[in-house]
């Protein structure tokens, strides 16, 4: 695999033509389908409204549990899904390092960030495009955020996020048995998905556009 | 219909990750927040041969790059032709009935909280997309660690940060 991207110019525009050229030439699926995954990603995310504020914030206050519920189902169904085709060879682990202080602190800050925010930084894009301009506020913030991490990433940051303790998984643990752990995590995290009582927080200001008889929240 | 239950959003998101998955999509998990300090090398004209950490995003950062333009599409063409919600707005519903009617307020926080959001999820080395849907998927333990943290710090910040008990 070669990757080739031109150098060509360092202004924006140049900039963002490489990001094209570099996609094209990653060999991670060819640009159209790239940006065919965002928009399926970012429908699926509109289509079930999880990018709202009353469904993350209300999770956070334990009001709505739309996405945990949804979170869980699509980890429970993936894991046995993925596992069987890393097995047959359609696919590849891709598995993160356990950095012990950085998962933990990054993990205090993005929780309590989420919480206040209403968002996180796959549903937030969803949220501009329905017109939340609080949320481009916060996107700004987030890029200040990028700006700081990347200037500071080798004096601060890489020593805060500690040593890599390796990348494990869990079917690692169980030498002999890691399609019957596969299985019962992928089946537990299922029923977790299915047995967590579904709570709802609607917003009037998004549900007083829809005709009386298909909002959701006069339906059961 | 105008609204997805959540267990058809669960199986067409796993549907979309097993296909961005397998070696005839994009054999890579799905992420959403690298895309944030390569835009922000970009936007602050960065030279990437200086910065450790704009080369090591580079070809992350730009795929994520491409998706987020299809999400962004996504998500507008949804909000407008099914679920109707594409209106210009400043404060939530919920914001104004748990917090305050304060637009300064909501700013002030959206602000912070997207500057603290990004620096938490590149320290731990990815967000809701690539740990928690992505890196649990693949039960990797770096992301049940990550997912464990998130859930209690986000329950214990909802239940400090917001007046929860008036109804």
Redesign the interface.
Known sequence: MQIIVKTAGDDFASRMAQMFENVIHQGHGSLVLVFLIGVIFGGIIQYTRVDKFEKIAGFAMLKDTIVPKMLFLTVGLTSIGLYFMIEAGWAHYHVKPIIWQGLIIGGILFGSSMAIFGKCPGTGPVSIAEGRIDVLVGAIGGLLGGLVFTLYYDDFFKALMGESAGKLTLPSFFPGNEHMVVLIFGVVVSIIAVIIPKKEMFDEADLCKLPEDQRPDRQS | M?????????????G???????????????G??TY????????????PEK????KEV??A???E???????????????VF??????????????KK?KNNSVLS??F??????????????????????????????????????G????????????L??N?KED
């Open positions: 105008n609204r997805l239950p959540w267990w058809m959003g669960g199986i067409l998101m796993s979309l990750l097993l296909m961005t998955f397998s070696v005839f999509g994009a054999d890579r998990p799905i959403a927040s944030v300090p390569f835009f922000a090398g970009l936007v602050f004209d960065l030279d910065y450790t950490y704009l580079q070809n950062g730009s795929w790059g491409i998706m987020l333009l299809g999400s962004l599409f996504g998500g507008f063409i949804v909000s099914l679920t109707k919600t594409f209106r210009l707005s400043l404060v939530p519903t919920g914001w748990y909501r700013l926080w959206s602000f912070i909280s997207g500057f603290a959001m990004i620096i938490g999820a590149r320290l731990a080395g990815g967000c809701t997309s690539g740990h928690f849907m992505s890196g649990m998927s693949q039960m990797a333990i770096s992301s049940m660690i990550f464990a943290v998130v859930m209690i710090s986000l329950l214990i910040t909802g239940r940060f917001y929860t």
